[in-house]
């Protein structure tokens, strides 16, 4: 079992790599403040890497890094749902459904309760 963890978070990690890569050789123009101020959602959504496990299964400890960063973003409603639903989110196989369920994970008392980020509600 515990070869098999290793071997996930191994496996999880390296797709995380490839993508902080790709993102960080992106040559992409801001041309005003988005969700995120001037970072693209798919670049914050790199801040959130030690939420990976817990954004893919449900029943995954969240990390206190993890909540941290979570409690940090939510600060931002409008860029926590944007980097949530971001294409790096999805292709380091997190499962919206499951993310927006990291905030009440970590027991942020102030967190957007009930904020719709897509077809998704923030628990």
């Known amino acids: 079992m515990h070869i098999k963890s290793s071997l996930m978070d191994t496996y999880v990690l390296s797709r995380l790599l490839v993508l902080v890569l790709c993102i960080y050789g992106l040559k992409t ?35 206190a890094t993890c909540c941290v960063r979570i409690k940090q973003m939510g600060k931002n409603p409008k860029c926590l749902c944007a980097v949530m639903l971001s294409s790096t ?35």
Do not use: F, W
Not at 92 to 121: F, H, L, Q, V
């Open 29 to 63: 123009a801001v041309h005003g403040a988005g969700e995120c101020g001037r970072n693209p959602p798919d670049r914050e959504a790199i801040k959130l890497a030690p939420c990976a496990m817990a954004a893919q299964d449900k029943s995954a400890k969240v990390s």
């Open 89 to 123: 989110a999805r292709n380091s196989g997190a499962k919206p459904e499951i993310s927006m369920t990291i905030p009440k994970r970590c027991n942020i008392a102030d967190r957007p309760i009930g904020y719709k980020c897509g077809a998704y509600s923030l628990p």
